[in-house]
Each structure stands twice: as C-alpha cells, then as structure tokens.
C-alpha cells in the first residue's frame, strides 16, 4: 500500500494487514473519551483491538509524556519537538508495528498529526521538515483513518479550567491555530481524515464515529476482519 500525504510516498511494509485508526482534535475536544468508547464498542463485537495514547503507553513513552505535560518544565520548541517524535518512535516500534503484523485493529489517541497541528501550525516550525522527520520516526506507519473531533477553541479550552498542563497553559491564539492546522490537514487528505463536529451529546458524536468505522472496516475493506460482521452494541 503506498500512502501518499506528510509530503512523502511510503511503502508500508504489506506484512502489518491491521488498520491503524487515529483520534485528532484541538484541546477539550472529547477525543480520549469517544475513542475508548468506540474501542470498548469494536471489542464487544468480537475485533481484536489495541488501544493506545501519545505521547504515552509505554513505558519510555509515559516518562517522555511526564517531562512534555509538567508545567514547571520550560523546554525549547525544538526539543518539544523532538521529544514527542521519540516518544512516537518508541510506541511505533513497541506497540503499533507488532499489533499490525497481527492483523489487529489499532486505536490510538492522537499520532504524527498532532505534532504538524501543535508543533508545525502552533509553534510556527517548519512542517515540512516535521513531516521529514515524521518518516523516519514512523518508519511507514500511517493512519488508515483519521476522526478529527472539532470543536469550537473558547468551547475546548472551557472544559479544562482546573488542571491545565504545559500545552493546554498556551494562549488561545495558540489553540486557535492548532485548530486551523488541523482543518488545514483535512482538506489536504480528505480520504484518511474524516471531521466529526463534535455534539452537546456525547452519544450522538459516538453514533458519528461508529458510522464512519462501520463503513471503514466493513468487510472488504480490512483484511484484518473480513469474516466478521458488525452487530447491534447490546
Ligand atoms: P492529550 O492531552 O490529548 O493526552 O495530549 C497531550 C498533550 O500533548 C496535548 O496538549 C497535545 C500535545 N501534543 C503535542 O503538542 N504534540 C504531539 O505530537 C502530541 C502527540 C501531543
């Protein structure tokens, strides 16, 4: 399969015949939620589903999320930068390659999108370079699909009034830029990231995600399930 986009072609190794499936949005967006929902949604109905977070998930990665998040530390962007990408390098190698190879399903919130939205739109480094790195790290690994949660900034950001870490401290103009960067992306691939406006009801957001990964997975389309079939959520 050769995945086009990050301004790069690669070739993915056609060894991993899982789907990777990420979860993107600008802060407050209930990303973390629904993606636990829809990976607690696809088990119950019989897929074999791997859940992740970035930065995070193992160990390496959970140390490297701790010194990114404390708001004491005070970290240049270029090593904000690269911190999240070592972070990924360890999660893509530790966990993501090894659950594609055998054929699962891979959930994870957030991946190499929010490092050109946070660190290339918000921060103003340069994507392109991002995006060159962003290869090497991922080594082939990209999202099959991309549900980008959008919710309005001042509606995002009100949510997390109480404990608010390093990133989330940034100016709304920050966050606002964040968004964009994300809108912008979407438009750029169409095909891979799906927008899902984010509902007042949190169920009605959920039955929009399960929609579009009912249509993606459905058979035919993931070599990793083509026996099975979606049934009602009991
Ligand atoms: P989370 O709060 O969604 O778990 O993500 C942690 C924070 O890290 C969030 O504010 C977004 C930020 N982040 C980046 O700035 N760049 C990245 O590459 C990733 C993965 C997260």
């Not at 994507?127 to 080594?139: E, H, N, R, T």
Request: with cysteine.
């Amino acid at each position: 399969m050769i995945f086009k986009g990050w301004g790069q072609n690669l070739e993915r190794n056609s060894a991993l015949k899982g789907k990777f499936i990420t979860f993107e949005g600008s802060e407050g967006c209930g990303k973390s939620t629904q993606s636990r929902k829809l990976c607690q949604y696809l088990k119950n109905n019989g897929y074999s589903v791997v859940y992740l977070r970035e930065p995070g998930t193992t160990v390496i990665s959970e140390k490297i999320r701790e010194i990114l998040l404390d708001p004491k530390n005070l970290i240049a962007p270029s090593c904000e930068m690269l911190l999240y990408m070592a972070s990924r390098s360890q999660v893509v190698n530790e966990v993501i390659k090894p659950a594609l190879s055998k054929g699962k399903i891979v959930i994870c919130d957030r991946f190499f999108d929010s490092t050109v939205a946070y660190q290339g739109f918000g921060l103003g480094m340069d994507v392109d370079f991002i995006k060159i790195l962003g290869k090497f790290v991922c080594d082939g690994i990209k999202p099959d699909l991309t549900l980008l949660l959008d919710l309005s900034v001042k509606k995002g950001l009100g949510y997390r009034k109480d404990s608010q870490d390093r990133i989330e401290k940034r100016p709304y103009a920050y966050h606002v830029r964040v968004r964009k960067g994300y809108l912008n992306l979407a438009t750029l691939e169409p095909e891979r990231i799906k927008i899902v406006k984010v509902a007042e009801d949190k169920a009605v957001t959920q039955e929009k995600i399960r929609k579009i990964v009912i249509d993606f997975i459905k058979p035919g389309k993931c070599i990793s399930v083509v026996s099975r079939q979606l049934i009602a959520d009991s």
